[in-house]
């Protein structure tokens, strides 16, 4: 079992990017995943989540219309497309996924609940 991110970088401020997620072993039908990131000296962060199975999303206040999160069930990968960066979302980002109400419902709460997470991807934004 295995959750791989890729896409981070570096980028000006203003510009965007797209990271992916893709898992092996098993399948995202049932689970919730969430893209979490965090920065040196700062609290970690669940920056959004999508319950597959569900349909449901949500987005931190500090994201919220600037990113968006998706799914492509045949690639079996979560993205995560970030707009208008900012400096401030300097940070590794990493995917998690998980099984269960329990794990949506922490999530929904700003909780971070999971049984997998990725290694993570650098993003870097300049000013």
């Known amino acids: 079992v295995q959750l791989v991110e890729s896409g981070g970088g570096l980028v000006q401020a203003g510009g965007s990017l797209r990271l992916s997620c893709t898992a092996s072993g098993f399948t995202f039908d049932d689970y919730t995943v969430a893209w979490v990131r965090q920065a040196p000296g700062k609290e970690r962060e669940v920056v959004s989540w999508?319950?597959?199975?569900?349909?449901?999303?949500d987005y931190a206040d500090s994201v919220r219309s600037r990113f968006i999160i998706s799914s492509d069930n045949a690639r079996n990968t979560i993205y995560l497309q970030m707009n208008m960066l900012k400096p401030d979302d300097t940070a590794n980002y990493y995917c998690?996924?998980?099984?269960?109400?329990?794990?949506?419902?922490?999530?929904?709460?700003?909780?971070?609940?999971?049984?997998?997470r990725g290694q993570g991807t650098q993003v870097t934004v300049s000013s």
């Open positions: 998690t996924a998980g099984r269960g109400a329990h794990i949506r419902k922490a999530l929904s709460m700003g909780v971070l609940r999971y049984d997998y």
């Open positions: 999508f319950s597959v199975s569900e349909g449901e999303n």
